[in-house]
């Protein structure tokens, strides 16, 4: 079955970093776009960054750009989000999702990993 697994978060201060980590199965992670999305308390989810399948397009929330890098691996089936300066607005469940480019447009979405920026 179709499985998206994040890691990677935790507790960091201000000014650190942190790699989160993607795992896709039971789909063909190759044809999918990806994208990270986050979710803070009482707030909207929101989209933080997302990549074509071919890592040929790259875009980023105006409020990440300069300090976070998507990035993806087809040949392992893994999608990667570098966070470095973090900041305290930066704490938020993050979540990553597939999104077909191709009929059908099948989605799919992971169960989140927490991040907490704090001193």
């Known amino acids: 079955q179709v499985q998206l697994v994040e890691s990677g978060g935790g507790l960091v201060q201000p000014g650190g970093s942190l790699r989160l980590t993607c795992a896709a199965s039971?789909?063909?992670?190759?044809?999918?776009?990806m994208s990270w999305y986050r979710q803070a308390p009482g707030k909207e989810r929101e989209l933080v960054a997302v990549?074509?399948?071919?890592?040929?397009?790259?875009n980023y929330a105006d409020s990440v750009k300069g300090r976070f890098t998507i990035s993806r691996d087809n040949g392992k089936n893994t999608l990667y989000l570098q966070m470095d300066s973090l900041k305290p607005e930066d704490t938020a469940v993050y979540y990553c999702?597939?999104?077909?480019?191709?009929?059908?447009?099948?989605?799919?979405w992971g169960q989140g990993t927490q991040v907490t920026v704090s001193s």
């Open positions: 990549i074509t399948s071919t890592s040929g397009m790259r």
């Open positions: 039971g789909f063909t992670f190759s044809s999918y776009a």
């Open positions: 999702r597939a999104a077909a480019e191709r009929w059908p447009p099948m989605q799919y």
